[in-house]
């Protein structure tokens, strides 16, 4: 199988700096790295692709099975990795991804040196002695609506996940890439999503992890930061002053300086 051609792989940058894979969350695709991923091509040998079922992937090799646990997502990222051949490489996953570095560095700890987790959630769901920022009603209520009508609710749901009010075109650039996803590939990837719960697997996270929330996200509440943050062992946590749930388009420099900043200390 063509990996480069089935997950649309793009490598930027300098093809003799260290590795950095751009993973993408939900109802995106690698486009909305597009303000960071030249600032960051400047060090690093910068890797972007799309999960099976969005952007310009191959949409044959979609199959709703593979897909339906983080699993599925967690494979695609190997499969770029052991494609491009990516040993110790820095894994940038944002929201949802981030959980699918988690499972896939479990998976093949050689292949990731750090791990970059961007507005990530374990669990969007409350439960007991943990907040996640969503009840099981809100969850039901919101696959019920995407189940329903799902370009209407993507220009509903679009503009809450970016957060940026002020800025009213960047919650229409997440609209129309929701928009462009197909709506049965959606409603299973936003089951995956929403109702997964990766905390069991935070404590064994054994590389250098940076946590990076933001101010102000009704996807992933500041608590959930601190949740994730606590789990993984000797992690460090930055809060953006952004607001929403893609600091990647509504605040790319800081985003940018925060990735740089953790990966030069490593260096010391």
């Not at 003799?16 to 751009?22: F, K, S, T, V, Y």
């Not at 936003?190 to 102000?216: H, I, Q, Y």
């Not at 509440?221 to 946590?237: D, N």
Request: aromatic share 8%.
């Amino acid at each position: 199988m063509d990996i480069r051609r089935r997950n649309n792989v793009s490598v930027i940058g300098r093809e003799d700096g260290p590795a950095l894979l751009l993973a993408h969350g939900f109802g995106c695709d690698q486009n909305l790295w597009r303000l960071v991923a030249p600032a960051l091509a400047e060090e690093f040998r910068v890797v972007l692709f799309d999960y099976v079922g969005a952007g310009g992937s191959d949409l044959s090799a979609w199959d709703p099975e593979r897909y339906s646990t983080l699993d599925g997502y967690a494979e695609d990222v190997l499969d770029v990795c052991r494609e491009l051949g990516l040993r110790d490489a820095v894994f940038v996953g944002h929201s949802v991804s981030a959980m699918a570095g988690v499972v896939a560095a479990a998976r093949e700890p050689g292949r990731f040196g750090r791990l970059v987790l961007l507005t990530p959630s374990p669990r969007y769901i409350d439960d007991d002695g943990y907040r996640g920022g969503f009840s099981k009603e809100d969850i039901d209520e919101l696959l019920e609506s995407l189940d329903a009508n799902y370009l209407g609710w993507s220009g509903v749901m679009a503009p809450v996940i970016m957060g940026a009010p002020d800025r009213p075109e960047l919650g229409e650039e997440l609209t129309n890439a929701f928009c462009r996803t197909d709506p049965d590939i959606a409603r299973v990837f936003a089951r995956t999503t929403f109702l997964s719960d990766s905390r069991d697997d935070l404590a064994g996270v054994a590389v250098p992890t940076l946590v990076v929330e933001c101010a102000e996200d009704v996807i992933a509440p500041r608590e959930v930061g601190a949740y994730v943050h606590a789990a993984i062992p000797g992690s460090r946590l930055v809060t953006l002053d952004a607001t929403g749930h893609c600091p990647q388009l509504s605040a790319p420099e800081a985003t940018v300086e925060a990735i740089r900043s953790f990966l030069r200390d490593g260096e010391r």
